[in-house]
């Protein structure tokens, strides 16, 4: 649930760089973060499931 969270004020986040900067070069770096971020969250929440 916290995942789906966190993609969707990503994706706001990448809608409204884009409104605000039209440079598509923020845009990679957005996506690029975001999908690091959600992958290390998942990783670390499967480690502690593990456990």
């Known amino acids: 649930m916290l995942t789906f ?8 986040m990448i809608i409204f760089s884009l409104e605000v900067t039209h440079y598509s070069i923020v845009t990679i770096i957005y996506v690029i973060l975001s999908m690091v971020v959600v992958g290390w969250y998942n990783y670390e929440r499967n480690q502690m499931t593990r456990r």
Do not use: F
Request: charged share 10%; hydrophobic share 75%.
């Open 5 to 12: 969270i966190l993609e969707v004020a990503y994706a706001a």
